[in-house]
Protein backbone atom coordinates (compact mmCIF):
# COMPACT_ATOMS: atom_id res chain seq x y z
CA UNK A 1 0.00 0.00 0.00
CA UNK A 2 1.21 3.91 -1.32
CA UNK A 3 1.54 5.56 1.96
CA UNK A 4 2.53 8.23 0.19
CA UNK A 5 -0.35 9.07 -3.19
CA UNK A 6 1.59 11.55 -5.72
CA UNK A 7 -0.25 12.70 -8.86
CA UNK A 8 -0.09 13.64 -11.93
CA UNK A 9 2.41 10.40 -13.07
CA UNK A 10 3.45 12.49 -15.61
CA UNK A 11 3.15 16.44 -16.78
CA UNK A 12 4.40 18.77 -19.87
CA UNK A 13 4.32 22.62 -19.50
CA UNK A 14 5.65 25.10 -21.92
CA UNK A 15 9.03 27.28 -20.74
CA UNK A 16 7.86 29.87 -18.19
CA UNK A 17 4.79 27.59 -16.81
CA UNK A 18 4.19 26.76 -13.02
CA UNK A 19 3.75 22.98 -12.83
CA UNK A 20 2.21 21.77 -9.73
CA UNK A 21 2.70 18.29 -8.49
CA UNK A 22 0.51 17.03 -6.02
CA UNK A 23 1.06 14.71 -3.02
CA UNK A 24 -1.42 13.38 0.04
CA UNK A 25 -1.17 11.05 2.68
CA UNK A 26 -2.66 9.48 5.58
CA UNK A 27 -0.28 8.38 8.56
CA UNK A 28 -0.80 11.11 10.95
CA UNK A 29 2.80 10.23 12.49
CA UNK A 30 4.49 11.57 9.38
CA UNK A 31 6.99 14.90 10.58
CA UNK A 32 8.84 15.90 7.14
CA UNK A 33 7.93 16.15 3.74
CA UNK A 34 11.20 15.91 1.36
CA UNK A 35 10.93 16.57 -1.94
CA UNK A 36 13.80 14.84 -4.16
CA UNK A 37 14.67 15.54 -7.64
CA UNK A 38 16.06 12.76 -10.37
CA UNK A 39 17.59 13.53 -13.90
CA UNK A 40 17.79 10.58 -16.22
CA UNK A 41 20.68 8.34 -15.70
CA UNK A 42 20.97 9.88 -12.31
CA UNK A 43 20.34 9.46 -8.66
CA UNK A 44 17.42 11.38 -6.99
CA UNK A 45 19.00 14.31 -4.76
CA UNK A 46 17.07 16.35 -2.21
CA UNK A 47 15.19 19.61 -3.61
CA UNK A 48 13.15 21.35 -1.19
CA UNK A 49 11.58 20.08 2.22
CA UNK A 50 9.00 20.87 4.55
CA UNK A 51 7.91 20.11 8.37
CA UNK A 52 4.18 20.69 9.01
CA UNK A 53 4.42 23.45 11.39
CA UNK A 54 4.71 25.61 8.47
CA UNK A 55 2.22 25.81 5.71
CA UNK A 56 4.89 26.92 2.51
CA UNK A 57 8.44 27.06 2.11
CA UNK A 58 10.61 29.06 -0.69
CA UNK A 59 13.38 28.09 -2.64
CA UNK A 60 14.11 30.06 -5.55
CA UNK A 61 12.03 29.17 -8.06
CA UNK A 62 10.62 25.79 -5.73
CA UNK A 63 7.24 26.19 -3.61
CA UNK A 64 6.38 23.88 -1.30
CA UNK A 65 2.56 24.54 -0.22
CA UNK A 66 1.15 22.33 2.84
CA UNK A 67 -1.99 21.64 3.88
CA UNK A 68 -1.86 19.86 7.06
CA UNK A 69 -5.46 19.80 7.76
CA UNK A 70 -6.23 17.89 4.32
CA UNK A 71 -3.09 15.89 4.80
CA UNK A 72 -1.60 17.45 1.45
CA UNK A 73 1.39 18.70 -0.19
CA UNK A 74 2.36 19.89 -3.42
CA UNK A 75 5.55 21.34 -5.43
CA UNK A 76 5.07 24.48 -7.60
CA UNK A 77 8.26 25.11 -9.87
CA UNK A 78 7.85 28.66 -10.92
CA UNK A 79 8.49 30.13 -14.23
CA UNK A 80 9.78 26.19 -15.41
CA UNK A 81 12.91 26.11 -17.57
CA UNK A 82 13.93 23.63 -19.86
CA UNK A 83 16.64 22.21 -17.38
CA UNK A 84 13.80 21.19 -15.00
CA UNK A 85 12.59 18.46 -17.39
CA UNK A 86 13.35 15.75 -14.33
CA UNK A 87 11.08 13.30 -12.47
CA UNK A 88 10.37 14.53 -8.91
CA UNK A 89 9.46 12.58 -6.07
CA UNK A 90 7.53 13.48 -3.08
CA UNK A 91 8.22 11.70 0.05
CA UNK A 92 7.39 11.35 3.84
CA UNK A 93 9.14 10.67 7.11
CA UNK A 94 7.33 9.36 10.50
CA UNK A 95 8.62 10.96 14.04
CA UNK A 96 12.00 9.50 15.26
CA UNK A 97 12.54 7.77 12.31
CA UNK A 98 14.65 7.82 8.96
CA UNK A 99 13.24 6.07 6.60
CA UNK A 100 11.61 7.38 4.20
CA UNK A 101 8.30 6.76 2.34
CA UNK A 102 8.27 7.60 -1.23
CA UNK A 103 5.39 8.84 -3.66
CA UNK A 104 5.78 7.29 -7.15
CA UNK A 105 7.20 9.74 -9.09
CA UNK A 106 6.23 12.65 -11.97
CA UNK A 107 7.73 13.12 -14.73
CA UNK A 108 7.71 16.83 -15.78
CA UNK A 109 9.28 17.71 -19.28
CA UNK A 110 9.10 21.19 -20.02
CA UNK A 111 8.64 22.53 -23.60
CA UNK A 112 11.33 25.47 -24.69
CA UNK B 1 34.89 13.64 -2.35
CA UNK B 2 33.67 10.85 -4.31
CA UNK B 3 30.06 10.93 -1.86
CA UNK B 4 28.46 7.40 -2.63
CA UNK B 5 29.62 4.92 -5.19
CA UNK B 6 28.16 1.76 -6.32
CA UNK B 7 29.29 -1.20 -8.27
CA UNK B 8 28.65 -2.61 -10.65
CA UNK B 9 26.92 -0.11 -12.79
CA UNK B 10 25.33 -2.64 -14.86
CA UNK B 11 24.35 -6.43 -14.33
CA UNK B 12 22.79 -9.16 -16.67
CA UNK B 13 22.00 -12.52 -14.31
CA UNK B 14 20.44 -15.92 -15.27
CA UNK B 15 17.28 -16.61 -12.96
CA UNK B 16 18.63 -18.43 -9.77
CA UNK B 17 22.32 -16.67 -10.13
CA UNK B 18 23.54 -14.79 -7.30
CA UNK B 19 25.71 -11.39 -7.00
CA UNK B 20 26.29 -9.04 -4.77
CA UNK B 21 25.67 -4.72 -5.05
CA UNK B 22 28.07 -2.99 -3.26
CA UNK B 23 28.18 1.15 -1.90
CA UNK B 24 30.57 2.93 -0.46
CA UNK B 25 30.27 5.96 1.30
CA UNK B 26 33.03 8.84 2.18
CA UNK B 27 30.70 10.81 3.66
CA UNK B 28 31.14 9.12 7.19
CA UNK B 29 27.73 8.83 7.46
CA UNK B 30 25.77 6.46 9.99
CA UNK B 31 23.22 5.70 7.72
CA UNK B 32 22.59 3.68 5.19
CA UNK B 33 19.56 2.33 2.57
CA UNK B 34 18.80 0.00 -0.38
CA UNK B 35 16.05 0.99 -2.19
CA UNK B 36 14.81 -0.85 -5.68
CA UNK B 37 13.03 1.78 -8.82
CA UNK B 38 10.67 0.59 -10.78
CA UNK B 39 8.16 2.55 -13.26
CA UNK B 40 5.34 3.58 -11.97
CA UNK B 41 6.31 2.54 -8.20
CA UNK B 42 8.44 5.24 -7.27
CA UNK B 43 11.33 4.49 -4.65
CA UNK B 44 10.58 1.50 -2.53
CA UNK B 45 13.02 0.76 0.68
CA UNK B 46 14.81 -2.73 0.63
CA UNK B 47 16.66 -2.84 3.49
CA UNK B 48 18.73 -0.07 5.56
CA UNK B 49 21.57 -0.02 8.34
CA UNK B 50 21.49 2.72 11.65
CA UNK B 51 25.22 1.72 12.44
CA UNK B 52 28.08 -0.25 11.56
CA UNK B 53 26.86 -4.12 12.14
CA UNK B 54 23.64 -3.03 12.27
CA UNK B 55 20.78 -4.24 9.58
CA UNK B 56 17.23 -3.82 9.32
CA UNK B 57 13.99 -4.76 7.03
CA UNK B 58 12.15 -2.27 4.92
CA UNK B 59 9.65 -2.31 2.77
CA UNK B 60 10.19 -4.79 0.11
CA UNK B 61 12.97 -7.28 1.74
CA UNK B 62 11.93 -10.53 0.15
CA UNK B 63 14.93 -11.98 -1.53
CA UNK B 64 17.54 -9.89 -0.22
CA UNK B 65 20.25 -10.05 2.58
CA UNK B 66 22.31 -7.31 3.59
CA UNK B 67 25.51 -6.34 5.55
CA UNK B 68 27.26 -3.63 7.02
CA UNK B 69 30.81 -4.63 7.96
CA UNK B 70 32.23 -1.15 7.89
CA UNK B 71 30.69 1.68 8.17
CA UNK B 72 31.60 3.08 4.77
CA UNK B 73 30.35 0.11 3.27
CA UNK B 74 26.43 -1.56 2.53
CA UNK B 75 26.46 -4.89 0.63
CA UNK B 76 23.06 -5.95 -0.95
CA UNK B 77 23.04 -9.50 -2.08
CA UNK B 78 20.91 -11.46 -3.96
CA UNK B 79 21.12 -14.92 -3.41
CA UNK B 80 18.94 -16.70 -6.15
CA UNK B 81 17.90 -14.13 -8.21
CA UNK B 82 14.54 -13.95 -10.02
CA UNK B 83 13.03 -11.93 -12.92
CA UNK B 84 10.47 -10.02 -10.62
CA UNK B 85 14.08 -8.54 -9.37
CA UNK B 86 14.48 -7.09 -12.66
CA UNK B 87 15.27 -3.33 -11.40
CA UNK B 88 17.28 -0.08 -10.75
CA UNK B 89 18.78 -0.17 -7.42
CA UNK B 90 20.02 2.42 -5.14
CA UNK B 91 22.15 3.48 -2.25
CA UNK B 92 21.88 6.22 -0.19
CA UNK B 93 23.54 7.50 3.29
CA UNK B 94 22.88 10.11 5.49
CA UNK B 95 23.91 11.54 8.77
CA UNK B 96 22.47 10.81 12.19
CA UNK B 97 22.25 14.57 12.77
CA UNK B 98 21.21 15.99 9.86
CA UNK B 99 18.43 18.24 10.13
CA UNK B 100 16.61 17.65 6.97
CA UNK B 101 17.51 13.42 7.00
CA UNK B 102 19.10 14.46 3.46
CA UNK B 103 19.99 11.23 2.02
CA UNK B 104 22.74 11.19 -0.55
CA UNK B 105 21.89 8.61 -3.43
CA UNK B 106 24.33 7.09 -6.01
CA UNK B 107 24.29 6.83 -9.47
CA UNK B 108 22.43 3.28 -9.31
CA UNK B 109 22.85 -0.59 -10.78
CA UNK B 110 20.35 -1.47 -13.47
CA UNK B 111 20.01 -4.84 -13.13
CA UNK B 112 18.50 -7.12 -15.63
CA UNK B 113 16.93 -10.79 -14.59
CA UNK B 114 16.77 -12.75 -17.33
Known sequence: QQQVKQS?????????????????YENTAFDYFPWYQQFPGKGPALLIAIRPDVSEKKEGRFTISFNKSAKQFSLHIM???????????????????????????????VIP | ???????????????????????????????????????????????????????????????????RLKKQNFLLGLESAAPSQTSVYFCASSARDSQYNEQFFGPGTRLTVL
Not at chain 2, 37 to 55: A, C, F, K, N, W
Open chain 1, 8 to 24: PQSLIVQKGGIPIINCA
Open chain 1, 79 to 109: DSQPGDSATYFCAARKTGANNLFFGTGTRLT
Open chain 2, 1 to 67: NAGVTQTPKFRVLKTGQSMTLLCAQDMNHEYMYWYRQDPGMGLRLIHYSVGEGTTAKGEVPDGYNVS
